[in-house]
């Protein structure tokens, strides 16, 4: 059977090495949707009370989502049309990107990046690759669809723009000095697209690992189809779509994937460079760190190793001996 499952079709069943044990299926499909979470409108005529509205949003859910937020309508539509339009292309060329190597900047790969070790595969496809700079990185990018570059490139832009503009909120709103977070804290962007194809029985299967993200800043354009879920409160709860927002959590953030109907989900993600050391703002603490600095490789390095995909667990390991 092939790899990629955006090859498959006409699935009538899921496969074994799909199927999850009982005790981690998604068991039921229906669950209740998250009606209250913020949404902040990045155009309000007061920008202290959006930055302090950011502020609350990141401190007591870990998300919220933006509208009036610079990322135009149509480019939107276009991206994800684009994405829907990749993997539908022939097989015999998205081999050609096919990788589990972390460090391949373009790559497509299905499940995780451990697949051949993996006991049970997700029910998905991911096609990645990094963005910034722009000319660097474009060169490995796809030729097809045609306009792939063209609408991505541009994609990649004003989404590093709103980046930009949502961290020098968070910076005024901590009391950071302007522009904390440019430069090598923030010198990673990926875009990262999960596929899913239509699922004949998605309450054996799942969509995504549970997990937190070990990341700066994630922006997700959400598909159409339902199914992505965020832990609150020790509860999983629905994300609503609501067409031509985008959901930003920060770091630390818990989210899932159940697979119902084929759907894309479109992520942008932030991060340090390899070579950044990562420790606490001196502005914002007055005593001895509870964290060790630490290499953004060390970090991932423990996410994916000891704490299997949570952020959390993973910076516990870097807590100070003393």
Same mark, same amino acid.
């Given at each position: 059977?092939?790899?990629?499952?955006?090859?498959?079709?006409?699935?009538?069943?899921?496969?074994?090495?799909?199927?999850?044990?009982? *005790?981690?299926?998604? &068991?039921?499909?229906?669950?209740? $949707?998250?009606?209250?979470?913020?949404?902040?409108?990045?155009?309000?005529?007061?920008?202290? *009370? @959006?930055?302090?509205?950011?502020?609350?949003?990141?401190?007591?859910?870990?998300?919220?989502?933006?509208?009036?937020?610079?990322?135009?309508?149509?480019?939107?539509?276009?991206?994800?049309?684009?994405?829907?339009?990749?993997?539908?292309?022939?097989?015999?060329?998205?081999?050609?990107?096919?990788?589990?190597?972390?460090?391949?900047?373009?790559?497509?790969? !299905?499940?995780?990046? !451990?697949?051949?070790?993996?006991?049970?595969?997700?029910?998905?496809?991911?096609?990645?690759?990094?963005?910034?700079?722009?000319? *660097?990185?474009?060169?490995?990018?796809?030729?097809?669809?045609?306009?792939?570059?063209?609408? +991505?490139?541009?994609?990649?832009?004003?989404?590093?723009?709103?980046?930009?503009?949502?961290? /020098?909120?968070?910076?005024?709103?901590?009391?950071?000095?302007?522009?904390?977070?440019? &430069?090598?804290?923030?010198?990673?962007?990926?875009?990262?697209?999960?596929?899913?194809?239509?699922?004949?029985?998605?309450?054996?299967?799942?969509?995504?690992?549970?997990?937190?993200?070990?990341?700066?800043?994630?922006?997700?354009?959400?598909?159409? $189809? =339902?199914?992505?879920?965020?832990?609150?409160?020790?509860?999983?709860?629905?994300?609503?779509?609501?067409?031509?927002?985008?959901?930003?959590?920060?770091?630390?953030?818990?989210?899932?994937?159940?697979?119902?109907? &084929?759907?894309?989900?479109?992520?942008?993600?932030? &991060?340090?460079? =390899?070579?950044?050391?990562?420790? =606490?703002?001196?502005?914002?603490?007055? @005593?001895?760190?509870? #964290?060790?600095?630490?290499?953004? =490789?060390?970090?991932?390095?423990?996410? +994916?190793?000891?704490?299997? #995909? /949570?952020?959390?667990?993973?910076?516990?390991?870097?807590? !100070?001996?003393?």
């Amino acid at each position: 059977m092939d790899i990629l499952i955006s090859n498959w079709s006409n699935v009538e069943f899921v496969p074994k090495t799909y199927i999850f044990p009982p *005790e981690s299926r998604p &068991g039921k499909l229906e669950f209740p $949707v998250c009606t209250d979470i913020p949404l902040i409108d990045l155009a309000h005529n007061n920008p202290d *009370e @959006t930055i302090q509205q950011v502020i609350r949003a990141c401190h007591e859910f870990g998300f919220f989502q933006v509208i009036n937020h610079g990322v135009s309508e149509n480019l939107m539509d276009d991206t994800m049309n684009i994405y829907k339009e990749f993997f539908k292309l022939p097989g015999e060329y998205k081999a050609k990107f096919y990788s589990n190597d972390i460090n391949k900047s373009c790559k497509i790969f !299905s499940s995780t990046l !451990s697949y051949d070790t993996d006991e049970v595969h997700y029910w998905r496809d991911t096609f990645t690759h990094r963005c910034h700079p722009l000319v *660097e990185h474009i060169p490995s990018w796809p030729d097809k669809p045609t306009n792939y570059r063209e609408v +991505v490139s541009e994609y990649s832009i004003e989404t590093r723009k709103l980046f930009n503009k949502i961290l /020098d909120m968070i910076c005024k709103g901590l009391g950071l000095e302007k522009c904390y977070f440019e &430069g090598e804290l923030s010198k990673t962007h990926l875009i990262s697209v999960n596929h899913h194809i239509p699922c004949p029985h998605p309450s054996l299967t799942l969509g995504m690992p549970v997990h937190s993200d070990p990341n700066l800043i994630t922006m997700l354009q959400q598909g159409e $189809v =339902p199914g992505f879920q965020i832990l609150k409160d020790g509860q999983w709860i629905g994300v609503k779509h609501i067409p031509h927002t985008l959901i930003v959590h920060d770091s630390g953030s818990s989210g899932g994937y159940t697979p119902k109907r &084929g759907s894309n989900h479109n992520w942008c993600i932030f &991060g340090p460079s =390899p070579e950044f050391l990562i420790k =606490p703002a001196t502005t914002l603490i007055h @005593t001895e760190p509870v #964290f060790r600095a630490f290499g953004y =490789p060390e970090f991932l390095e423990a996410f +994916v190793g000891l704490a299997k #995909f /949570d952020a959390q667990l993973a910076l516990n390991h870097f807590r !100070s001996k003393s």
